[in-house]
């Protein structure tokens, strides 16, 4: 169930310059503390236009929300939220070969862009990916000569007079159906789906291997990298995310668990095993520790929509690349680097191996990602400021803006600071989005969604 | 927040995780084991050359006391303990036959030294002829190189198996008895924690019999020493791993792949150390006397598996032996079998190997679970700390803690 709160913060006055100043817009899902399980949010995409935001959960469920179609010239916010569509996407399985469940949370959701009324989302859990088709129904025959209204057959015996079935209209239905599925092409648990910039074929990523499939075909497709070494001893990287260019169709990058982004052509060659470059930072030697190739392991990696810079989010930090330049990334930020010398109780604790997402403002000047204790943070590239920000619903009043927040590594803690020892580690913000086009971002905490957008005057 | 940063406390942590992945929901995620396995190279990486440094200091101590009159030995060994880190206290009692005189003491270290070096050149050798020289020289050139009676002292080294004298062979039974769980005179106490599949080599594996009384012993420094099943574990042993009749051959070490991809299942031929089981006067299990809840059957037994079916013993394990363990295992899981890798700590992380499960973590297959998941919570003591023995005092190349078969 979903309550909805709807808390419009609408700030006067002061405030101004180029920094966003971000505001509580909407939370989404369950108060209670208590969380189930299959509630966590495992994904959260915007569709195109950023008409829709789609989220995915353990329970394998999909959750649409579109936004009001306000009149802009009267209205001080931009429009709200709402729950649009609700289906199962994914069911729990058994692969009786392998002894194997097959668990049914939703890894990723990619919208199509829209060609006709209807919408396409591809979504996928660790082995089958799933094309839904989300259409609208506002209308339905009435009038049949055969049938009731209620759907029971007439005795034709009855039947005196024909008319002619019309179309009325009746309360707005939005369906989902199935329109592709496309199974049993992953050895692996898939990480990544990505759609090509040609809209009609897209790339799956496993541990092991990338899959280019054809849209319209579900039993058929081309693997196109294969990484997994002839003597499975010999393993040593895991491929951990993958996407296409946004712009040439033949172009995608691939990164893997040693921290390196590998960038294929495929007009070079049917497998894509050799890459076209390598991007790859060198290790800084005095940082070194027993937990170096865990926190060196990519968890994302996002194209910018212009497609020439890439970004990449590790354990402690993103980093930004120029699709130019191999060797070494054009920005580095830290997104928490007081957790550098708390590796050893993450590791413990698992929290070291949290896949942290990041993505690109429309414009490409602010990336963002997640942290712990619900915080996020934001990093703009042109003024080289940052900002860290609480998704919670107690801070949060109407008509306030949001408070940067500040985490005092070590030493005399300020007023207002929290001491990284008293980090909630279990609030961790893994899944975040940003609108293409507006500065509205939908945060996901363990199971609730947070949307903001910046104050509008 | 703070935790133990020590090699121990993070190997023990890694094999619990990655035994408990077993179990978890989706199957076993490659990515997450490959990353653990990271962590328990380099944690092993450390602890190798903690010993090492330390052995090494410990010889240079002794050879200090050698030149010293004999009434003052004691008095060394007094200085050098206070001065010594835990782990190295810990050696003591294994290393030096715990109460032993400095004459078998000076031997021993020396000889355990000699080993280490050998090993160290085997482990480099093995490295580089790893594709071309599948069959063991390390324990055939260690074996020669091994007196008996030393071999007491081995207890605390993860030595090849062959580098024990045989059963029954004499030896200065002053660094072993104290060991013994019981008065018995026992085979010494380095166990071959594997079981070779050619039965070539199952000669040359030594009779583990001491390790779990060992390693308590041995845990004294640091805690109160536990006596986890000694007796049983003892027997246990003895049947597991027939006592060698040979000394000098080499063991043949054998792992079995299971391609998820083709499922073909494929048994590698690889040169490896045997790894002494319970050995280690490090493992938190033993000292502790408990065994890690889901501790992961390290380097050790091989274990025969088909597709599709349970997993049974090994026609080499004296089953008979085994006691209480009911058929199909199913409250013990046989440790597996060390695998060989890359010991150079300055080596290519790119060389060293992913243990044969890696290939299973993929398909999650629940076979290679020896056990029913559900039981999984309550592992028998003895798989605890087998395995978690088996880890940290393995000298072996291994990164991963669980090797297939």
């Known amino acids: 169930m979903f309550l909805k709160f709807s808390l419009r913060s609408v700030f006067y006055g002061a405030g101004g310059g180029n920094d966003i100043q971000w505001c509580f817009s909407q939370v989404k899902g369950a108060v209670d503390d208590d969380v189930a399980e299959a509630d966590i949010i495992s994904t959260v995409e915007f569709n195109h236009s950023g008409e829709l935001l789609a989220t995915g959960d353990k329970g394998g469920r999909v959750v649409i929300f579109q936004q009001e179609q306000e009149n802009k010239i009267q209205s001080h916010s931009r429009g709200e939220y709402n729950v649009y569509s609700t289906f199962q996407s994914h069911e729990p399985e058994f692969d009786y070969l392998k002894s194997l469940e097959i668990e049914e949370k939703i890894n990723k959701i990619r919208w199509l862009p829209q060609k006709n009324a209807a919408q396409f989302l591809l979504s996928t859990n660790d082995k089958t990916i799933k094309l839904w088709k989300i259409s609208e129904r506002d209308k339905r025959p009435e009038g049949y000569n055969l049938k009731e209204e209620d759907g029971r057959y007439r005795d034709p015996t009855t039947v005196t007079t024909l008319r002619v079935p019309v179309f009325r209209p009746m309360d707005l239905m939005v369906e989902a159906s199935p329109r592709r599925i496309f199974a049993n092409a992953h050895t692996y648990h898939i990480n990544s789906i990505s759609i090509n910039s040609d809209y009609e074929t897209y790339l799956s990523a496993d541990d092991l291997r990338i899959n280019l499939w054809h849209l319209e075909i579900t039993d058929r497709s081309f693997n196109i990298v294969d990484i997994k070494p002839a003597n499975m001893e010999e393993l040593t990287e895991v491929i951990t995310a993958a996407e296409f260019h946004p712009n040439s169709c033949n172009t995608f990058v691939y990164s893997s668990s040693k921290g390196t982004i590998r960038l294929c052509d495929m007009r070079a060659s049917a497998l894509c095993d050799r890459h076209s470059k390598l991007f790859e930072e060198p290790e800084d030697p005095s940082n070194r520790s027993f937990f170096s190739e865990i926190i060196s392991s990519i968890s994302d990696v996002k194209f910018s929509h212009s497609g020439r810079y890439m970004m990449t989010r590790d354990y402690l930090s993103v980093k930004i690349w120029d699709l130019n330049m191999e060797n070494r990334p054009v920005e580095t930020y830290q997104v928490h680097e007081y957790l550098r010398s708390k590796l050893c109780s993450l590791y413990e604790n698992d929290c070291i191996f949290d896949k942290f997402e990041c993505c690109w403002n429309g414009s490409d000047s602010v990336v963002m990602t997640g942290s712990y204790n619900n915080f996020f943070r934001m990093f703009d590239r042109n003024t080289k400021r940052d900002i860290t920000l609480e998704a919670s619903r107690e801070n949060n009043k109407p008509r306030t803006v949001l408070k940067p927040r500040k985490v005092c590594a070590s030493g005399k803690r300020k007023k207002d600071e929290i001491s990284v020892d008293s980090l909630d580690f279990n609030k961790k913000i893994l899944h975040t989005a940003w609108h293409p086009k507006e500065n509205i971002i939908a945060v996901a905490t363990t199971n609730n969604l947070y949307i903001f957008q910046d104050k509008v005057n | ?405």
Not at chain 2, 7 to 13: D, F, M, N
Not at chain 2, 24 to 40: A, D, F, M, T, W
Not at chain 2, 231 to 256: I, K, L, N
Request: one cysteine or more; a negative charge; charged letters at 15%.
């Open chain 2, 1 to 405: 927040m703070e935790c133990a940063l020590d090699a121990q406390s993070l190997i023990s942590i890694s094999l619990r995780k990655i035994h408990s992945s077993r179990t978890q929901r989706g199957g076993i995620k490659l990515h997450k084991n490959l990353l653990v396995s990271y962590v328990l190279r380099n944690a092993r990486q450390l602890y190798l050359s903690e010993r090492y440094a330390e052995l090494y200091r410990r010889q240079q101590q002794q050879q200090q006391q050698q030149q010293q009159p004999p009434h003052h030995q004691h008095q060394h060994l007094a200085y050098a303990a206070p001065g010594m880190t835990a782990s190295a206290a810990d050696f003591g009692p294994l290393q030096l036959g715990g109460g032993g005189d400095a004459e078998a003491r000076e031997p021993a270290a020396r000889h355990q030294l000699h080993q280490l070096h050998q090993l160290h050149q085997l482990h480099l050798q093995q490295q580089l002829h790893q594709h071309q020289h599948p069959a063991p020289r390390g324990c055939a050139a260690a074996a020669a190189g091994a007196p008996a009676g030393g071999a007491g002292a081995l207890s605390e080294l993860p030595g090849c198996a062959a580098l024990q004298p045989p059963h029954g062979a004499p030896h200065r039974g002053q660094p072993l008895e104290p060991l013994q769980p019981g008065p018995a005179p026992l085979p010494p106490p380095a166990p071959a924690a594997l079981c070779p599949r050619d039965p070539r080599a199952s000669a040359a594996c030594s009779a583990p019999s001491a390790p779990p009384g060992a390693a308590p012993q041995a845990a004294a420094a640091a805690s109160p020493p536990a006596s986890p099943a000694p007796a049983s574990s003892s027997g246990f042993y003895r049947g597991a791993y027939p006592a060698p009749s040979d000394f000098g051959v080499h063991c043949s070490s054998q792992t079995t792949v299971l391609d998820l991809d083709t499922h073909v299942v494929t048994t590698v031929e690889n040169g490896y150390l045997h790894q002494d089981c319970c050995a280690s006067a490090h493992c938190p299990c033993c000292g502790h006397g408990a065994p890690g809840p889901g501790l992961a059957s390290a380097a050790g037994c091989k274990r025969k598996y088909y597709p599709g079916q349970e997993e049974e013993e090994d026609d080499d394990d004296d089953a008979g032996d085994l006691g209480a363990e009911p058929p199909g295992g199913a409250t013990f899981a046989p440790c597996k079998r060390a695998r060989f890798e890359d010991f150079c700590p300055d080596s290519s992380p790119d060389a060293s190997n992913i243990s044969n499960l890696i290939s299973i973590f993929g398909s999650g297959f629940s076979g290679l679970v020896s056990r029913q998941p559900d039981s999984s919570e309550q592992p028998p003591p003895l798989n605890g700390q087998l395995c978690a023995k088996q880890a940290l005092a393995s000298l072996g190349a291994w990164t991963r803690a669980i090797v297939a078969f």
